[in-house]
């Protein structure tokens, strides 16, 4: 009886796939996607990729790109659109067009939708508060995509490090600030940290390492204040203004674009990075692939403590990046049918070719059932991937955890950074400063954010670069809170004090 039963089920299952798959014509959904770096050539027709998502899942994917570089402006052109693409990549869920859409109807409410686990278990299965950190006045427009938590953190090359002399541990920010300063000194030509205009990262990762909150923190007698009020913050600024001033960063950082940041560090002139910290071993994996290195040349930091011992790590993000959104453009009919390919996007068998694409084009497969690039294919893949695959990942979600089968190999090449990146994640996770207002909305941010954290970048790259001295940035700060600064710290804390009351 148990085998019919089982055989009855695997029918279902079977007969389900094949109503959602095996349509006579696929069902198209447009997407917009960003792409890192913008000048690969992305093939779209006979793409073996596309081919498999629409046997898989019956869908046939038609693509817009647009580059990282000038995603946002893209953004508010595409929402701006009668018929925009029905499923849009948004990698600030908080970005104030994302928020004036949302309440304007642009998208779909899809909060009863992601708890619909008969119809979309995948979905159902994400985590319920990072969910909610996505919402808007309490509804959910999108589906987030995961991301590492803490992530954020410290690589150099540790191959010149001991060069100039530094063969050790990072462990407080005494041993941070001396590595620094020697690598500074390494040569004319060269700079310790790789900066570039992507400057809110880099000042994250010290301000915090320093003891500043994550944008807003809590005081002493359970008000809000913002980061840049702290002292933490403001040490982080000056360590970074001292590294500028001996020469350890570029002095034109603020117009170098994210899509050079990978060749500063390719081509030598830097020498250490704030980011995020899986992107070490993908440097190293590609000197091992690209310069012949047949050892470990970058090292990824852990803990960082001060001088009272604590340490506080900026989380790069709070378990995502951004959301996939649904727009208006897709019919009330239709809307099951994209939410059914979203759930399909975080099954394992969607998550593999999402994120990695297909055996036998841009990997194979070990004894051991793992990923593997050979190097006699390395050429090739690597062609076939930028050809084929670019950064479908972009759509990858990964709610339910990572499903993928076959998973990648952890360690490859002459390194373990790969390893090293899954354990500082949970090594660095208990020290990982939140954002207490991230689920908020403040009206006045919505309005007016752009303009008023730009203050804020804009006084802190010009007093890191000695463009203006510490009564400069008070000015802009006092600037930022007459222009709406002081309004928005009051509305996240009638909405901080509201929830925690």
């Known amino acids: 009886m148990k085998k019919l039963v ?6 279902i299952m079977t007969f389900g796939l094949m109503s959602f798959a095996a349509a006579d014509e696929p069902f198209e959904i447009t997407v917009l996607l960003p792409q890192f770096p913008s000048d690969i050539d992305f093939v779209m027709e006979n793409n073996p990729v596309l081919q498999a998502i629409e046997e898989k899942s019956g869908v046939k994917l038609n693509i817009q790109w647009g580059p990282n570089s000038t995603y946002g402006d893209i953004l508010n052109t595409t929402l701006a659109d009668k018929n925009p693409p029905m499923l849009i990549a948004a990698t600030d869920a908080r970005a104030p067009i994302i928020v004036n859409s949302a309440r304007a ?6 909060t009863e939708a992601i708890k619909d686990a008969e119809n979309y278990p995948y979905l159902a299965a994400g985590n319920e508060g990072i969910y909610a950190n996505i919402a808007v006045d309490g509804h959910i427009y999108g589906i987030y995509r995961s991301r590492a938590f803490p992530r954020g953190g410290i690589y150099y090359r540790c191959d010149i490090a001991k060069e100039v002399g530094f063969d050790r541990e990072v462990k407080t920010i005494d041993d941070l ?3 620094a300063e020697k690598l500074a000194g390494y040569s004319k030509d060269t700079y310790a940290l790789n900066m570039c205009s992507y400057t809110a990262g880099t000042i994250n990762v ?8 994550n944008v807003w923190g809590v005081d002493e007698n359970g008000q809000i204040y913002p980061a840049h009020k702290s002292e933490g913050y403001k040490k982080g600024l000056d360590w970074l203004r001292h590294l500028y001033e001996i020469g350890g960063i570029d002095p034109n950082f603020a117009q170098i674009s994210t899509s050079d940041w990978d060749n500063i560090e390719r081509t030598g002139k830097a020498f250490m990075r704030f980011d995020c910290l899986d992107n070490a071993h993908r440097q190293q994996e590609w000197f091992e692939t690209n310069a012949g290195v047949t050892e470990q040349i970058f090292q990824s930091v852990g803990t960082v403590a001060k001088e009272d011992g604590s340490i506080t790590v900026w ?11 649904v727009s208006k453009s897709v019919s009330e009919a239709d809307l099951p049918k994209v939410l059914k390919f979203l759930d399909w996007c975080n099954s394992g068998e969607g998550q593999t070719i999402l994120n990695a694409g297909l055996e036998g084009l841009t990997f194979d497969v070990t004894e051991d059932n793992h990923r593997k690039v050979p190097d006699e294919k390395k050429d090739e893949y690597s062609k076939n991937s930028q050809m084929y695959h670019n950064n479908l990942n972009q759509l990858g979600m990964g709610v339910p955890g990572n499903l ?5 190999e952890v360690n490859r090449g002459y390194t373990e950074l790969r390893q090293r990146y899954e354990d500082l994640n949970a090594l660095l996770a208990p020290y990982a400063v ?13 309005a007016f954010g752009a303009q008023l954290d730009q203050i804020i970048s804009d006084a802190a790259v010009q007093y890191i670069a000695g463009q203006i001295d510490e009564a400069g940035l008070q000015a802009a700060w006092e600037d930022w809170a ?3 600064g002081d309004q928005i710290t009051a509305e996240y804390n009638e909405q901080y004090q509201a929830a925690h009351n």
């Open 6 to 11: 089982a055989l009855f089920l695997a029918l």
């Open 105 to 110: 109807g642009a998208f779909w409410d899809l």
């Open 177 to 179: 600030t001396e590595l």
């Open 206 to 213: 010290i301000t915090v390492a320093f003891g500043a909150p």
């Open 315 to 325: 989380p790069q993000n709070p378990g995502f990046n951004g959301e996939i959104l």
């Open 404 to 408: 993928e089968n076959p998973k990648a």
């Open 434 to 446: 939140t954002n207490p207002c991230y689920p908020f909305v403040s009206e006045t941010y919505t």
């Open 482 to 484: 007459m222009q709406g």
